[in-house]
């Protein structure tokens, strides 16, 4: 079964814990790629701006279903971009900012923005997700086009937080966790899975010819989506079982390794 599309999340799973990954042996792998016919995406809930950054030599021929599908740009072309109404943006950031324990990034196809009043560790590491930052007084007369809200707030109050959000804005946006002390809102239906059947389509590429790497909830609709769907061994159990085939841990070139198999056309892919 020939594989055609290779579809990577990138923390937690393509990248390590430290956000590396081995550049060379990777860049050999997408020579092979290319001989082969096979096409790599990059779909993760991170910035454009700051995916690009990974793969600098590269980033002009691959594509990217950035901000967990809400943004997808292929060789520099702007393909697809989710767009809340005014009136929609305004509810979810009024809501937002009426709780306490979260602090919001408001994720735009120009910039992502957060505000001032924030404390300093928030905006260190919203920087190292978020390359284009503004920091603004509030989320009023932004003048850009949305499509994403990234909330900071302790592990703790994921759950109850997740719980709220659905019940008061699930008809605008749908809460998803990223696995890395945070929640993404996304506009329903406009996920990573959304994305890549965008590009899909344009290529002419079925789903069981698509091989896709993931470990955290953001990734669960492109697992199912993916015929060839890898949890990575560092995710939590309920993204395992979602997926079916389990990668070597992202500590561990895992994507890697899995990507070496497809090439070499070694099981499950011969």
Wanted: hydrophobic residues 45%; glycine residues 8%.
């Amino acid at each position: 079964m020939s594989v055609k599309l290779i579809a990577v999340d990138m923390d937690g799973t393509f990248l390590s814990d430290a956000k590396t990954y081995n550049r060379e042996r990777f860049l050999a792998q997408f020579e092979r790629m290319k001989q082969q016919g096979i096409r790599f995406v990059v779909a993760s809930g991170n910035q454009y701006y700051q995916l690009i950054s990974f793969f600098p030599e590269i980033a002009g021929e691959i594509a990217f279903v950035a901000e967990n599908g809400g943004w997808v740009v292929n060789a520099g072309e702007g393909v697809f971009n989710g767009e809340l109404t005014q009136l929609q943006f305004d509810k979810v950031a009024r809501f937002l900012c009426s709780l306490p324990e979260v602090e919001v990034i408001a994720c735009g196809k120009s910039s992502a923005y957060t505000l001032k009043s924030y404390d300093d560790a928030l905006k260190e590491m919203a920087g190292k997700y978020y390359h284009r930052l503004e920091m603004v007084d509030n989320f009023d007369n932004l003048n850009d086009i949305f499509f994403k809200f990234g909330l900071n707030l302790s592990d703790s109050e994921i759950p109850r937080i997740h719980a709220m959000i659905h019940a008061e804005l699930s008809d605008v946006m749908v809460p998803v966790t990223t696995g890395h002390g945070s929640i993404d809102l996304i506009i329903p239906g406009v996920h990573k899975a959304n994305g890549l059947r965008i590009l899909q389509k344009r290529w002419g590429i079925e789903d069981h010819e698509v091989v896709a790497f993931g470990d955290s909830g953001n990734d669960v609709e492109m697992l199912r989506q993916a015929g060839f769907s890898f949890a990575m061994a560092n995710a939590k159990s309920h993204i395992k079982d979602v997926a079916r085939f389990e990668a070597p841990h992202n500590n561990e070139e895992g994507v890697l390794d899995v990507i070496e198999k497809v090439l070499t056309k070694e099981a499950p892919f011969n």
